[in-house]
């Protein structure tokens, strides 16, 4: 799409989850759109005020479990910008952020308790949080707000468990159930705000990220299109869902998986 299409000139948009796989390629399409005032966060642990400073946007710390620290983000966003027009929930663990406790990818029979609650922390209560805060600046500020929240297949549909045999990682319960819970809230959200806020989630599947040749090809043969995705591939979707061309979208949730989820 070129920048007259997408049309989102003049813009405040705020990213949270913006250093990783996907995060980092859509802050860095949005950081090129002219006249965009961009918002990147991401947690402290990350290179988020780096990636910021390089793109030349502005950048913020944030821990999406916490609730004080969200409203936070949001009052720095309306300091900075004197507004919000749309925001991208994109902060998620996947699987990496849990190894510390040593469990993340324990069996289910015996899953710590402790890991699925961070994971619904994170990944369910933190869009509940960003969206509550985010929601309330848009609406007192922007005339026609946005609000895309990042989903997952695996909470359209249950992981094939096979492709994760042999694998140090594989898919675990909280984040299907979180991911899950994201869509169900993306459509709440909608009915809510109506026409003065669009909410859509976008739900990827498999998007390469080096991984190994084992793994790629298990999870390439369950795919239509033979193959993950590329990172780039996801990032028309959400140009989309934050331009007037969707101004009669909402409520929807894309699936972006190389026809995995029609089998």
């Not at 502005?58 to 821990?63: L, P, R, T, Y």
């Amino acid at each position: 799409m070129t920048k007259q299409e997408i049309n989102i000139t003049g813009k405040r948009i705020l990213l949270v989850g913006a250093t990783g796989v996907l995060g980092r390629v859509y802050a860095s399409e949005l950081a090129k759109v002219d006249n965009v005032q961009l918002m990147i966060a991401d947690t402290a642990q990350t290179d988020v005020l780096s990636y910021a400073k390089k793109l030349g946007v502005v950048g913020v710390e944030i821990d999406v479990s916490s609730e004080a620290s969200v409203i936070d983000c949001l009052k720095y966003v309306k300091r900075q910008f004197g507004g919000l027009d749309s925001v991208i929930n994109n902060a998620a663990v996947t699987g990496e952020g849990l190894l510390n406790s040593g469990e993340a990818f324990a069996d289910f029979e015996d899953y710590p308790l402790a890991v699925w609650q961070k994971t619904i922390d994170i990944n369910l209560t933190g869009v509940f949080l960003v969206a509550r805060e985010a929601g309330r600046l848009i609406k007192a500020t922007s005339r026609c707000g946005v609000m895309i929240n990042i989903s997952s297949i695996y909470g359209v549909v249950g992981p094939d468990h096979r492709i994760y045999e042999g694998q140090p990682f594989k898919s675990f319960p909280g984040y299907s159930a979180s991911k899950s819970g994201v869509i169900g809230l993306t459509k709440w959200l909608a009915t809510l705000w109506g026409g003065n806020i669009r909410v859509n989630c976008v739900t990827p599947g498999g998007v390469f990220n080096q991984h190994n040749e084992d793994f790629v090809k298990a999870y390439s043969n369950r795919v239509p299109m033979g193959r993950m995705a590329e990172r780039e591939e996801l990032v028309g979707i959400v140009l989309y869902l934050l331009s007037n061309s969707s101004s009669y979208v909402t409520g929807q949730n894309f699936i972006i998986d190389g026809g995995l989820t029609t089998w």
